[in-house]
């Protein structure tokens, strides 16, 4: 319990950063989004609606920044976000509650598949060292991880989707569909096809190579040798000795992984013109969008330290000096 009320009020001061740091840097942007906002309607809003806009928004010279912070600060504790500059009159929350869904059901899938993938693999390539397909990962998994994942979905999209029409080159799903019908989940499926591969592809190698040297270490450890030493089947010593050990160090990049799901892959979902959190996050920086840029990176934020947090907690239950407070 100490060890998880430490990570708690740690949880709760990044929050605050998070919190503070979300107010303060969308400010700092270049630009005037009242001034986007009447390009965007050339002109047709009048002069008395261009001020009560500034207004509604913040963004006029009335108050101090700590009063702005405070009223900030309220109205977030409410769940109220405003509307949006940029799809205006939208409210903030309506956006992020119908492109969470997208982002959660594509990246996050796409991740886990990743990291079992990836793992799976990684083990193989580190137990099996020495044959053919096992010592062939690696460079593989190497060539995969630092290829631009954009890159990767533009040749996806340009190959199996502008060439051949196996795919459609953009959207969620097709128009006119009863929802959660036959049709429906083909459509769906079809659409999210290219961006998973982009995903899972790029992101399997990374947790390939992480995988693999988490296991080589494991393996040079003397308690290791000292249990096959002592006549341990190789099943048992994997399972028991390697795995469990091996899996530790990559909980916390998972976890971190897991978080950073629902800010979306920002260029994947802008290739595909997929309608998520990172298209949806695009979209708020290009037309300063303020609103909509803290909502969806205050999601973020809180995100992230979640899955910390729950990774912190698995830690306690899954290593012995955790709980005996020797470790942490």
């Known amino acids: 319990m100490p060890y998880l009320l430490r990570k708690f009020l740690f949880l709760l001061l990044t929050l605050w950063a998070a919190v503070t740091l979300n107010f303060v840097l969308p400010r700092l942007v270049p630009g005037d989004p009242i001034g986007a906002m009447l390009a965007k309607y050339q002109g047709k809003l009048d002069p008395s609606a261009v001020d009560a806009l500034t207004v509604a928004y913040g963004l006029n010279d009335q108050g101090s920044l700590l ?16 509307r ?3 799809q205006f009159p939208t409210p903030v929350v309506d956006i992020v509650a119908q492109a969470a869904p997208w982002t959660i059901g594509l990246v996050g899938v796409c991740t886990v598949l990743a990291f079992l993938l990836g793992s799976a693999l990684g083990l193989y ?27 990767f979905a533009l040749l996806l999209l340009y190959l199996l ?32 096809a290219l961006p998973a591969l982009t995903i899972v592809v790029t992101a399997a190698g990374g947790w390939l190579i992480t995988m693999r040297n988490n296991v080589m270490g494991v393996m040079g450890e003397d308690y290791v040798a000292f249990a096959r030493a002592k006549g341990l089947s190789e099943g048992r010593l994997l399972n028991r000795y390697v795995l469990r050990n091996a899996l530790l160090p990559s909980f916390t990049a998972f976890g971190m992984a897991l ?14 013109s997929y309608p998520g959190l990172g298209l949806q996050l695009y979209n708020a920086v290009t037309t300063l969008d303020y609103p909509l840029m803290q ?11 979640i899955a910390n947090f729950i990774v912190d907690a698995l830690y306690a239950v899954l290593d012995p000096r955790v709980r005996d407070g020797k470790a942490g």
């Open 84 to 86: 949006s500059i940029g």
């Open 161 to 192: 989707a502008f060439r051949t029409g196996t795919f459609p080159l953009s959207g969620s799903l097709d128009p006119f569909l009863t929802q959660f019908s036959v049709d429906w989940w083909k459509s769906l499926l079809r659409h999210a």
């Open 295 to 305: 909502a969806i990176f205050l999601f973020i934020s809180l995100a992230v330290l």
């Open 259 to 272: 978080g950073f799901v629902v800010g979306g892959s920002i260029l994947t979902e802008t290739v595909f």
């Open 67 to 82: 009063t702005q912070y405070g009223t900030y600060l309220g109205h977030m504790l409410r769940g109220d976000f405003g």
């Open 125 to 151: 390539s580190a137990w099996r060292r020495g044959g053919r397909v096992a010592d062939a990962l690696p460079p593989i998994a190497l060539f995969l991880n630092s290829m631009p994942y954009f890159w």
